[in-house]
Nanobody
């Protein structure tokens, strides 16, 4: 089992920045590829960003490239999502997720929600115009 707890959400004006954190506990954090997803009211959950267990590979939703950055610190069992130049349409609940992987494959990332084994409870991000 892996427990994931997101933090760092809040209310920010358009153009501002937020840094989300996701702290993991339980099994070895470095055995998991990590991802961020978001769900806006009335919409389906969508992929935001993903990072391999090693941190050597990252992948982003096309619409978010250049504004969002995913990173991880395996020594702190934490994955981050730096969000810059926020827009009102970024308003959503943001979730982090963990997917078990073989450590022999250092660059694998996943963009589909069903590939992930564990999910956090989410943190609300609201961007005002």
């Amino acid at each position: 089992q892996v427990q994931l707890v997101e933090s760092g959400g809040g209310l920010v004006q358009a153009g501002g920045s937020l840094r989300l954190s996701c702290a993991a506990s339980g099994r070895t954090f470095s055995s998991y590829a990590m991802g961020w997803f978001r769900q806006a009211p009335g919409k389906e959950r969508e992929f935001v960003a993903a990072i391999s267990w090693s941190g050597g590979s990252t992948y982003y939703a096309d619409s978010l490239k250049g504004r969002f950055t995913i990173s991880r610190d395996n020594a702190k069992n934490t994955v981050y999502l730096q969000m810059n130049s926020l827009k009102p349409e970024d308003t959503a609940v943001y979730y982090c997720a963990a997917a078990g992987v073989s450590r022999s494959v250092t660059i694998v990332v996943f963009t589909t929600a069903r590939r992930y084994d564990y999910w956090g409870q989410g943190t609300q991000v609201t961007v005002s115009s």
